[in-house]
């Protein structure tokens, strides 16, 4: 292998950033990293933007700090590595509510994305069906079988657990609907112990009970000027070469290594490399896999998308309840699908002059016409709605922004995995030095796309011969 190695990043979210710091922390010294971006921006879905003076979240807003095991999160590991230990600050409001019948209500806890472990403390929100949770005598989900969070949960605890809290909660994350999504990519952690246990209860406290959180331990966290640190960071730290507003167009085996065709088809670059991490959505990747291998493509293409709005307004001394958000059900008939109160979730972001900075995020898969209406139609309806739900007439806001996110959020089918796992396969005994890596493939969330970028960065070593330092 010809030294110093050439590695393309293509995609500046975070999954292709955490590739690129592991690379520089692994990769023989001296190899070269280069990350392409279409857009002007690096981070991808996360953005710190401003609004009345104050940096403000207009994607990603915070980070899990455990994975499923109970270990310290990627993203918590990657702060760190990056300098950015101290950064980190946890929610001072943790507890956010549900919209039942046009009011709020506490979200009950000990749920597993509203999955519950403890039928009684549910209760207040929705009435499980009863006596459905039966021990059949065998394990609720096959051995290699996945099936929908929703069918799942269901079939255990009726409609209304899923209507209530899982769609809402699990729609807070994918924008999605618990009857459409993989319970073994969505909910890793319950799909294992959905295979032993003969109950849903008893999966949900086995899954709690294999990551135990020790009391008071914060779940969530985010770092202290936003989340844009980490990705400035990122960049610092890698050492790569960034390139942005480069879009790549193709990408072509040349037998040792790869040739990109980048920038605009008028006027496009061909630039040579060993290796790609190729970290970018799905829909993209499929295009660029098309010519060197297609029946991957069709593998990964295959993924939908949900698109959302996010509308973030700042209220003169508006009357809030304390709690960091709400969530809504769908079956409420809001076009708000959930709202967080920044300033009074997160204590680095409390204003003295008592302006308070509310984000609503609008927007579920299969009903993108709501989202086909001018910022500012999007912008009065929110308003309109957090004052019915929250039972006074909020003020005027003195600052607005609305950033849309069109296919944005994956909407993992049962089968995802599997059908991954065969693409992934293919690829790597096709072309090893070409590897996949983000959301697209194994699961949202900031922790699971920097684990994803970094063991791709890791397979990427192994491929050009080389062992991580
Ligand atoms: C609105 C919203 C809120 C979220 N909130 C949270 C949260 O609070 N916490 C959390 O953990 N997760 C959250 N998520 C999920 C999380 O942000 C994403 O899963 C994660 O950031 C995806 O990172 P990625 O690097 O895989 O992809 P992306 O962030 O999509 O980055 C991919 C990059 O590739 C670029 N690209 C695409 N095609 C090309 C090409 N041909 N050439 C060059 N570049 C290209 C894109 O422009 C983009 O910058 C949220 C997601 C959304 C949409």
Redesign the pocket.
């Known amino acids: 292998m010809r030294q110093p190695w050439r590695v393309a990043v ?9 590739a690129a710091v592991r690379l520089r922390d692994s990769a023989p010294a001296g190899t070269e990293i280069t990350v ?4 002007g ?6 953005r710190t933007g401003e609004l009345a003076g104050q940096p403000v ?1 207009f ?6 700090m455990r994975d499923p095991t109970g270990a310290e999160s990627a ?1 918590v590991a990657l702060a760190c590595r990056l300098g950015l230990a101290e950064k980190i600050v946890h929610p001072t409001v943790g507890q956010a509510a549900l919209v039942i019948d046009g009011g709020l209500r506490p979200i009950p806890g000990g749920t597993l994305v509203g999955v519950p472990g403890d039928l009684d403390r549910v209760a207040a929100v929705a009435r499980p069906a009863a006596d459905a949770d039966t021990d059949g005598g065998r394990p609720l989900v096959g051995p290699d079988a996945d099936v929908s969070v929703g069918a799942l949960v269901r079939s255990r605890f009726g409609n209304e657990v899923v209507e209530r809290l899982v769609d809402p909660m699990l729609g807070g ?1 994918y ?1 999605g609907r618990a009857d459409d999504l993989s319970l073994v990519t969505t909910m890793p952690a319950l799909a294992r112990t959905a295979r032993v246990e003969h109950t849903l209860v008893g999966a949900v406290r086995a899954a709690q009970a294999a990551a135990p959180r020790a009391p008071g331990a914060p779940v ?1 966290g ?1 770092l202290a000027g936003g989340l844009g640190t980490l990705i400035e960071a990122a960049v610092t730290a890698s050492g790569a070469t960034v390139r942005r507003d ?4 193709e990408l072509t085996p040349t037998g040792t290594g790869w040739r990109l065709t ?1 920038g605009p088809t008028r006027d496009p670059q061909l630039v040579d490399v060993d290796a790609v991490v190729l ?3 799905a829909r ?2 499929a ?2 896999l098309a010519g060197p291998a297609p029946a991957v493509a069709a593998g990964v293409g295959a993924l939908d998308y949900a698109s ?1 709005a ?1 509308v973030t307004m700042a209220l003169p001394q508006p009357r809030l309840p304390e709690l960091s958000g709400f969530l809504v059900p769908s079956t409420e008939g809001l076009l708000i699908k959930a709202a967080t109160f920044f300033t009074t979730k997160w204590g680095h972001l409390r204003r003295p002059d008592g302006l308070a900075l509310v984000r609503a ?1 609008v927007g579920r898969y299969g009903e993108e016409a709501h989202l086909q209406r001018p910022d500012a139609d999007l912008a009065a309806t929110v308003h309109r709605e957090l004052s019915a739900v929250l039972g006074t007439p909020l003020p005027a806001p003195v600052d607005g922004h609305v ?1 849309r ?1 069109g296919g ?3 909407q993992y089918a049962p089968g995802h995995a599997d059908r991954l796992a065969a693409a992934r396969t293919a690829l790597r005994a096709a072309h090893p030095t070409l590897v996949l ?4 493939y194994d ?7 920097v684990r ?2 970094e063991t791709a960065a890791e397979e990427i070593i192994t491929a050009l011969g080389g062992s991580a330092r």
């Open positions: 293509v995609g500046g979210g975070i999954a292709g950033l955490a392409y971006e279409q857009s921006v690096l981070g991808g879905k996360l979240e994607g990603a807003e915070s980070f899990l993203a994350v924008a969530f985010t480069a879009a790549v167009r980048v970290a970018v959505p993209p990747a295009r660029l959302v996010l995020s950033q996110w944005a959020l994956p890596a983000g959301a697209g699961g949202v969330g900031i922790p699971v796309c994803s970028g």
